[in-house]
């Protein structure tokens, strides 16, 4: 099977710089593609991308699980 992907050499990313929301997800994620080609309407083809999760004061940690192929997160929130 071949890969849509380039071939790249390691480079730097910059960790503050270009990442957006993520479509479905709740506020605080935020992710930065990486590469890949990505067809979403027919569920084919891959990406790599940086997954952030920007955590509110009031939230100490994250509970996720698997569902397959996504996950599901919900704060544990402090009182």
Do not use: W
């Not at 099977?1 to 790249?8: I, V």
């Not at 390691?10 to 605080?28: C, D, H, Q, R």
């Amino acid at each position: 099977m071949s890969t849509t992907k380039p071939h790249l050499e390691f480079a730097s990313v910059s960790m503050t710089e270009g990442f957006y929301p993520v479509p479905g997800y709740p506020p605080g994620f935020t992710e930065k593609i990486l590469a890949g080609g990505l067809d979403e309407q027919n569920g084919r083809g891959n990406r790599t991308r940086l997954l952030r999760i920007d955590l509110a004061p009031s939230v100490r940690s994250l509970s996720c699980t698997s569902t397959g192929r996504r996950y599901i997160c919900s704060p544990a929130t402090s009182s």
